[in-house]
């Protein structure tokens, strides 16, 4: 919400605060006091120089050039220092012989940085500018420049005071449940509680804002028909008409300043008005060129599939939940959301009807939503509108219609609905001190209670509190406590730190993920946070079957990207999309981890049990077992070089083995041992793929991922991943004791040469056992193949470590045992030790 300080300040003032300012910074203080923060405020950008009102005496058009060109002599008073008439080149074209404009005499230096100089264009010196609204900071965008009423200044005379450009724009963040301070008067109400001061509501005394309606007639009778379908679920719905107004009448300068400061352009004397009432009591209206009107009007849900066009000059297609206003002629507005061109106001409009209603919140917000048009009535409407303001709005518009273009208001006025009444909360008069903690005296729980628009009967020790209309968030006793809180202020609550209960530090579970993100950093991997939601065709891009357990998402009923409508199930969809993004902005050596939750589905909907009372133990039973099944992951993705190129030699790239290596530097830090066996797993490689099991139990899966995946998805081929069920890992207690040797170890190679299928993990096992007690470890570091050894046959050499803790061994112990290896190997492999 933007909004002037000096409306502010002049609204405060009239409502009997004379006198009453404060700078910008203590206005945002205010602000911020009693709950409304600022997204900043910034002064209207000075103008320096002489700056003053001129009167237009003569316009000389200039042809020839590309455009029309104006020579205008300018009476500036004694401002130029001779009272001759000032000679300006303008190509404005809303101005005439005898308009009070804004000049910018040589000199001056207006916003930006601009200089005005005398110079010579289009064959003559101009001596100076006649300003827009844009050029002296009032607005972003302005067509023409500003011309004013008789009597608003005179020529020669600095036109700074009279134009208010000592002046600041705030911006408040209203917050969803606040719809009613998206005004002037519902900030007004809030600044007067921030600093103590009396307030008016402009609401029920206009004159606060200097606007008098005396001269709007009581209605009497009806001014035509309208019809409300109670299937729109509007509550109200009002309409007078004013006739015979100037069609080439302008709001006058004053309210134009407003609206633009307010971020609103002005358009024409009744569109302006109908923004001004909007921006003044929080109340959205709308203008209809009342000619264009035929018979009544009809407000219903549109039939779904018609054509129509707002004022925007975009035709949209309606849906069956959009309600609009219909006349003889057909659909004439988009309710609570815009209106349409077939009866907007233009320059020969001479009677125009005025609208203002109270529409069905979550109707106007899906309607913005879902034609991707959210107005500045919209924004209201769908917040929440004051509904008993409705003949307030119109009566004020018609009165500043009629005083600034002429004509008379019509005697009759339509109104359909009722103003809902709104019941009365019981709430003890004790209840903020108990909830808060801070003693409330029962004065002041009243005394703030009202500033918002309460009324408060006290009986005993409880209040009977009835919200105002235009408070629909308060609703409950809890609410009406925020309030007294809130104005009371809240750092008048004391900040009571609760003393802690010793614990037992972190959880086993909270020990391993710690372990586990320390050991993949220490091994030069980064980590990412990934998003909960991938796309709704990951599992199809991979190959996945119908029937893989990896399809069982749960499906997002409101996502924020409907193409991203599931919570993963696997964090390698975020990881590779993290990949892509780098890969895309020349980033290709990339070593990346992340550590979080995947979710399962286990029910296609939680049971709804009523809030009136707590549910029993099956039922809560039945909500857990209904929760997805969320287990904490390990993942790792890589691609690139992992040793990088340089003067010590060639670099090395990411295999498999890396990602392999990576799980088991996940199962070191969880204290589990990893076994390793060849798999076929989408989507690895079915060649480069090893499947991780803790004992029985397949617990996750490495190596380089499937050529055809990475094409799809536009990765680097030969990526490597690994993704690993922290939560299936078992935790075991290890309390290992350090064992130290005084005696030397003995080494033995050996080579075994096997079927090429068995798995080189597999023969180390073997040899490790049969090699005895007296082997300290077995560690594979060579594969070869030739033809030598025959077709299908690969070689492995494994180097075997001896040690006993009590004597130093010979080569002959250490032979016997590596014998007894190959012994067992051949046994169970058929395997050959190579010479």
Not at 401 to 415: H, I, K, S
Request: net charge negative; with cysteine; aromatic share 6%.
């Amino acid at each position: 919400m933007l909004i002037s300080q000096n409306w502010i300040t002049r609204l405060l003032q009239g409502a009997g605060n004379e006198g009453w300012a404060v700078s910008p910074e203590e206005l945002d203080a205010g602000f911020v006091r009693v709950g409304f923060e600022t997204e900043g405020y910034e002064p209207i950008p000075e103008t320096t120089g002489p700056l003053v009102f001129g009167r237009v005496l003569e316009i000389e058009e200039l042809t020839g050039f590309k455009k029309p060109i104006r020579y205008c002599q300018v009476d500036v008073g004694q401002a130029n220092g001779t009272g001759e008439p000032q000679g300006i080149i303008c190509g404005a074209r809303n101005f005439a012989e005898g308009d009070l404009v804004v000049v910018s005499l040589p000199g001056a230096v207006l916003p930006g940085g601009f200089e005005i100089a005398a110079r010579e264009t289009y064959d003559h010196i101009s001596n100076g500018m006649m300003a827009s609204a844009a050029e002296l900071g009032l607005t972003s965008r302005s067509e023409g420049i500003i011309t004013l009423p008789e009597g608003f200044g005179t020529p020669g005379e600095d036109a700074r005071e009279g134009l208010g450009l000592a002046d600041t724009v705030f911006d408040v963040n209203v917050t969803p449940d606040r719809g009613y301070a998206l005004s002037a008067r519902g900030l007004t109400r809030e600044i007067a509680s921030a600093f103590g001061l009396t307030y008016a509501d402009v609401a029920r005394d206009p004159s606060v804002a200097g606007i008098d309606v005396s001269g709007v007639p009581a209605p009497s009778g009806t001014l035509i028909d309208v019809h409300l379908d109670p299937a729109t679920e509007a509550k109200r719905f009002g309409l007078r008409k004013v006739e015979g107004i100037d069609p080439a009448a302008q709001a006058p300068f004053w309210m134009q300043r407003e609206l633009m400061l307010s971020g609103i352009r002005s358009v024409n004397a009744a569109t302006d008005i109908t923004n001004y009432v909007m921006v003044l009591l929080g109340q959205p209206m709308h203008a209809f060129d009342a000619d264009k009107i035929a018979g009544g009007l009809r407000v219903h849900n549109a039939a779904g599939g018609e054509k129509f066009e707002t004022l925007d000059h975009t035709t949209r297609t309606l849906s069956e939940s959009d309600v609009v206003i219909s006349d003889d002629n057909g659909i004439q507005s988009l309710a609570g959301v815009m209106g349409g061109t077939t009866s907007e106001i233009s320059g020969s409009t001479t009677n125009v009807y005025f609208e203002a209603a109270t529409w069905d919140e979550l109707t106007v917000a899906r309607t913005a939503r879902r034609h991707k048009l959210s107005s500045e009535a919209s924004r209201r409407f769908e917040r929440g509108v004051d509904p008993a303001i409705v003949e307030v709005a119109l009566d004020i518009a018609c009165a500043l219609l009629v005083r600034y273009a002429g004509g008379t208001v019509a005697a009759g006025r339509t109104l359909v609905g009722e103003v809902p009444g709104r019941e009365a909360i019981e709430m003890a008069v004790s209840a903020p001190g108990a909830l808060i903690g801070v003693e409330y005296a029962p004065e002041v729980v009243v005394k703030r209670l009202e500033e918002v628009g309460c009324a408060v009967e006290s009986a005993g020790d409880t209040l009977r509190v009835t919200p105002p209309t235009w408070r629909g968030d308060l609703t409950v006793p809890v609410e009406l406590i925020e309030e007294i809180v809130r104005l009371e202020g809240l750092d008048a609550i004391p900040s009571v730190l609760p003393t802690p209960r010793g614990g037992r530090g972190l959880s086993r579970g909270q020990k391993r993920r710690r372990a586990v993100t320390h050991a993949l950093a220490y091994a030069g991997y980064v980590e990412v946070i990934p998003t909960p939601f991938i796309a709704n065709d990951t599992f199809d891009t991979w190959g996945l079957d119908a029937d893989d357990p990896r399809r069982n998402t749960v499906k997002v009923q409101n996502p924020l990207d409907a193409d991203y409508g599931v919570l993963g199930t696997t964090l390698l969809p975020s990881l590779l999309e993290a990949v892509g993004r780098n890969v895309a902005r020349g980033r290709h050596d990339l070593a990346l981890f992340s550590v979080a939750q995947v979710a399962f589905k286990r029910a296609d909907a939680s049971p709804l049990p009523s809030v009136a009372s707590r549910p029993d133990d099956a039922t809560i039973a039945e909500l857990i077992t209904s929760l997805p099944e969320q287990n904490l992951h390990a993942a790792t993705v890589a691609t690139g070089a992992e040793e990088l190129a340089g003067p010590w030699g060639e670099g090395r790239a990411y295999t498999w083995a890396d990602a392999i290596e990576s799980a088991r530097a996940v199962g070191r830090a969880a204290g589990v041992e990893l076994e390793v066996a060849a798999a076929q797993h989408l989507p690895w490689h079915p060649g480069r793929c090893a499947e991780l099991r803790a004992g029985e139990r397949v617990v996750g899966y490495a190596g380089e991922l499937h050529p055809q995946v990475l094409e799809a998805l536009e990765l680097p081929a030969r990526t490597c991943a690994m993704e690993l069920d922290l939560t299936a890992l078992p935790f075991e207690e290890r309390l290992p004791a350090p064992v130290l040797s005084a005696f030397p170890v003995v080494n033995q190679d050996i080579a075994l040469v096997v079927d090429e299928e068995v798995p080189a993990e597999a023969v180390r096992r073997v040899v490790e056992e049969g090699a005895g007690e007296l082997v300290e470890s077995v560690t594979l570091f060579d594969v070869y193949r030739s033809a030598q050894l025959g077709e299908g046959k690969k070689s492995l050499a494994f180097g075997l470590v001896f040690r006993a803790a009590d004597r130093t061994l010979t080569e002959a112990e250490a032979s016997e045992g590596r014998l007894a290896a190959a012994a067992a190997a051949k046994e169970k492999f058929a395997a050959e030790m190579r010479a």
